[in-house]
């Protein structure tokens, strides 16, 4: 079955430090992989994607991630954490439902603070 | 555009109270998705539909209905409310079934 696991239930990371979350997927095929950010009392915004091609995949507000699939991970990763980038992170694997329609399978979240 | 939206913001429901989760999308996408997503335990899929009258079961359908009327709206039913249905709702949609899902700012559900 497919699954996403985020280690990681709460970061606490330092304004201007770099910042990697961990994300591992379990999917037999090679998944459509997803990050997205949800600030408090919002809905989820889209930070990046990846389908194929460069397993290094760059999104908004300088966010990257990198697809391993030895490791089956999809770390999400940034520089230089902001503190507007206190927020809640999930990882998705998109999922074939029957028919061919795809599905996203979440992650539990990683919480992230930022300290001044 | 406004994107995927969503009403109510918040409700209160009594236990056996029946209620609807409107959600619309303005994008033209005919795929629409509800979720629930309780704390620490991600989204899970409730229904999802992949066209104007074809809906289907997710991965947590009881005590849920679903209809798809026309391609801008999927409206979900609760029809008996349970405290287990306190949770928050988002409603999603994308143009394809591999594609990039878009988020309503959700709905948050409590059943006392």
């Known amino acids: 079955a497919q699954s996403v696991t985020q280690p990681d239930i709460h970061i606490t990371v330092s304004e201007g430090a770099s910042l990697e979350l961990r994300c591992n997927y379990s999917y037999g095929a090679t998944p459509y992989l997803f990050w997205y950010v949800q600030s408090p009392g919002q809905g989820l915004q889209l930070l990046l994607k990846?389908?194929?091609?460069?397993?290094l995949v760059q999104g908004i507000k300088g966010f990257e991630a990198e697809f391993k699939r030895s490791q089956s991970s999809f770390n999400l990763r940034k520089p230089s954490v902001h503190w507007s980038d206190a927020a809640e992170y999930f990882c998705a694997v998109g999922a074939n439902l029957i028919g061919g329609y795809n599905k996203l399978i979440f992650g539990a979240g990683t919480r992230l603070a930022v300290h001044p | 555009n406004a994107g995927v939206t969503q009403t109510p913001k918040f409700r209160i429901l009594k236990i056996g109270q029946s209620m609807t989760l409107q959600c619309a999308q303005d994008?033209?996408?005919?795929?629409m998705y509800w979720y629930r997503q309780d704390p620490g335990m991600g989204l899970k899929l409730i229904y999802y539909?992949?066209?104007?009258?074809?809906?289907d079961k997710g991965e947590v359908p009881n005590g849920y209905n679903v209809s798809r009327s026309t391609t801008e709206d999927f409206p979900l039913r609760l029809e008996l409310a349970a405290p287990s249905q306190t949770s928050v709702y988002f409603c999603?949609?994308?143009?394809?079934?591999?594609?990039?899902?878009?988020f309503g700012p959700g709905t948050r559900l409590l059943v006392l």
């Open positions: 999603a949609s994308s143009q394809g079934g591999g594609e990039t899902q878009y």
């Open positions: 994008m033209n996408h005919n795929y």
């Open positions: 539909s992949v066209g104007a009258g074809i809906t």
């Open positions: 990846y389908f194929s091609g460069d397993t």
